[in-house]
């Protein structure tokens, strides 16, 4: 089943954004949770994972700036960013950690575009 990320967009040098993922109660339930990012001609990365205690791991040039988190009463996966750079620009996908577990697979993610 294709994750689908949702609440990408254009924002200044400095902005926010909060992205969004709803996977399957199934797939969510022990497993960690990951957010990745892919720029053109780049190998996708990954940026965050949380596991279902809450503790969380980040890439270093995203650490104080984004955060993730789950809420498994909701079954879904944030990513809140802020302090967004032009680097940050990406497209962003939700998946589990490691990646396509639990029958999942990479959906078409959610563009995320710093302007400086």
């Known amino acids: 089943v294709q994750l689908q990320a949702s609440g990408g967009g254009l924002v200044q040098t400095g902005g926010s954004l909060s992205l969004s993922c709803a996977p399957s109660a199934s797939t969510i339930v022990n497993t960690i949770m990951a957010w990745y990012r892919q720029t053109p001609g780049k190998q996708r990365e990954l940026v965050a994972r949380?596991?279902?205690?809450?503790?969380?791991n980040y890439l270093d040039s995203v650490k104080g700036r984004f955060t993730i988190s789950r809420d498994s009463a909701k079954n879904t996966v944030y990513l809140r960013m802020r302090s967004l750079r032009p680097e940050d620009t990406a497209v962003y996908y939700c998946?589990?950690?490691?990646?396509?577990?639990?029958?999942?697979?990479w959906g078409q993610g959610t563009q995320v575009t710093v302007s400086s």
């Open positions: 949380v596991d279902g205690l809450g503790r969380t």
């Open positions: 998946n589990t950690y490691p990646y396509n577990l639990k029958g999942s697979a």
